[in-house]
């Protein structure tokens, strides 16, 4: 503040010093200036002698302002030493603790890699055990038993202790329920698609068996998840039926099991039944088992007739001989009368033309041999020509399925092999269907011809003998 004053106080004492000047000149010798000098050399002096006072309070006061501002400066440097030194330690404390922040973040990065490994592990085993459990007919004895796993699956966070407590607690269940034959009542859905309630046997975790209450009629059954419940497959053959009506009645311990885990079971219900198959052959099946039909009932006709024609004729061939060589004709015919066959009816021909000449004798036996051939090869011919018939038919529906399958193709391309799955069925089926028809058919035929021509064998044979007979008895 003092400093100030004496700059302002500057200009006042030049502008004095130029009056006193101008006051010593020639010019101005009168007294009345003079005074007027006088008192502004007092003013002068005391202004100044007032400005020399305050210069030296002020340079007084600048000195103690200064050692003050030493004192200052030198407090600020003892200061900021102290703050370098603070920000020496400081640094060093930020450096360990980067250090340790580092050491941290890869421990972290190790714990989340190590959960997340287990949370992968967790997730894994959560759906192994859900592909378990959708296979396994236990599940149908408990409702909603899949839920907590697809809700484990469904979450985006890590997997707690409680998840995997319910984890074990299925595992636990479920090596409880394999070890365990349950028969209790409960609802499935039957073949028709409805859900019914009735008589269930669960074997284990192997096997589940359901009985309709309609008709009472037993099958396997399987779980399936989207219905939550247990749904019965194709019904099986009858033999396996009636064991497993029997099982579920308490009147047979043995059972058909599928050891498969339900895959059995489940291809039973994918494999089509006879007549699923006969309608996927097309219309020519029809014409195919009309001729297995045809043929069937020929053959049956045929084979009681021929099991009927006596084969071992010798011994009573060799008693006829014997009458004839002592000239018993009477006894011979007696023997022959309430006896059947061709051979039989040969040889009664032949004795009835016994005082014929040979020549005529030998043409009444040949006569009598042509006159059975009829009824011996009677229907031979026509199961030959349905032999032939059956295997054209099968062929005649694998080209009526081949034009379907490539009319289907021109149309709609290769691309969905569905699409020509039905003339394929139609070409393989009929050609099957018309093989399965012919063999046995031509089997047949050959073992009635060969049949045939052993008992034509056996009539000539005896023909002769008679005739010999009847030439040395004369």
């Known amino acids: 503040m003092n400093l100030k004053k004496i700059i302002l106080l500057i200009p006042v004492v030049f502008f004095l010093t130029v009056l006193t000047t101008v006051a010593q000149t020639p010019a101005a010798a009168n007294q009345p200036g003079a005074s007027v000098l006088s008192r502004a050399e007092q003013l002068v002096k005391r202004e100044k002698s007032r400005a020399q006072a305050e210069n030296r309070l002020s340079r007084a006061e600048i000195a103690a302002q200064k050692k003050t501002l030493l004192a200052t400066k030198a407090e ?6 102290e703050l370098k030194d603070e920000i020496a ?10 250090s340790r922040q580092e050491k941290l973040r890869r421990e972290s990065r190790q714990a989340l890699q190590q959960l997340d490994e287990l949370a992968g592990v967790v997730r894994t085993g959560t759906r192994d055990l859900l592909t378990l459990l959708e296979n396994s007919p236990v599940s149908g004895d408990a409702p909603g038993r899949l839920a907590p796993l697809r809700v484990i699956l469904k979450k985006t966070d890590y997997p707690g202790m409680a998840e995997i407590k319910t984890m074990v607690d299925l595992y636990l269940d479920e090596i409880r329920a394999s070890a365990e034959i349950k028969r209790f009542k409960g609802e499935f859905i039957a073949l028709d698609g409805r859900r019914r309630n009735g008589r269930v046997a669960r074997l284990g975790a192997l096997t ?4 309709d209450p309609r008709d009472q009629a037993c099958g396997y059954a399987v779980y399936g ?12 053959g ?6 497993l009506e029997k099982f579920m009645a308490g009147s047979g311990n043995a059972v058909y099991i599928d050891f498969s885990g339900g895959d059995a079971v489940r291809r039973l219900a994918l494999v089509p039944s006879a007549w699923e198959r006969l309608k996927a052959g097309g219309f020519l099946v029809w014409p195919i088992l009309l001729v297995g039909l045809v043929a069937l009932l020929l053959a049956s006709e045929r084979f009681i007739f021929l099991s009927r024609v006596k084969s071992n004729t010798d011994k009573v061939m060799g008693r006829i001989i014997e009458l004839v060589r002592e000239g018993e004709f009477e006894r011979c015919l007696e023997l022959l009368e309430n006896r059947k066959g061709p051979v039989f009816r040969v040889l009664r021909a032949g004795l009835e033309a016994r005082r014929a000449s040979l020549e005529v004798l030998e043409n009444v036996l040949e006569e009598a041999i042509l006159k059975e051939l009829p009824r011996l090869e009677k229907f031979l011919p026509t199961l030959q020509v349905l032999a ?5 038919l099968g062929l005649l529906g694998t080209v009526t399925g081949m034009i379907n399958t490539f009319q289907v193709i021109t149309v709609y391309g290769a691309g969905d092999p569905r699409m020509m799955s039905g003339g394929i069925s139609e070409a393989l089926i009929t050609t099957k269907l018309g093989l399965t028809v012919a063999i046995p058919i031509i089997l047949l035929h050959t073992w009635f011809a060969r049949r045939v021509d052993t008992i034509i064998g056996d009539m ?4 002769v003998s008679l005739t010999v007979a009847l030439r040395k008895n004369r």
């Open 76 to 81: 600020a440097a003892r200061r900021v030493a």
């Open 89 to 98: 330690r400081r640094e060093q404390e930020l450096e360990e603790l980067a």
């Open 208 to 211: 589940a068996i359901v009985c």
């Open 225 to 236: 998840p989207q219905n939550d419940a247990l749904i019965t497959v194709s019904e099986p």
């Open 238 to 243: 009858w033999w396996v039926r009636r064991n």
């Open 388 to 392: 032939a018939i059956a295997p054209l």
């Open 460 to 463: 000539e044979e005896k023909s």
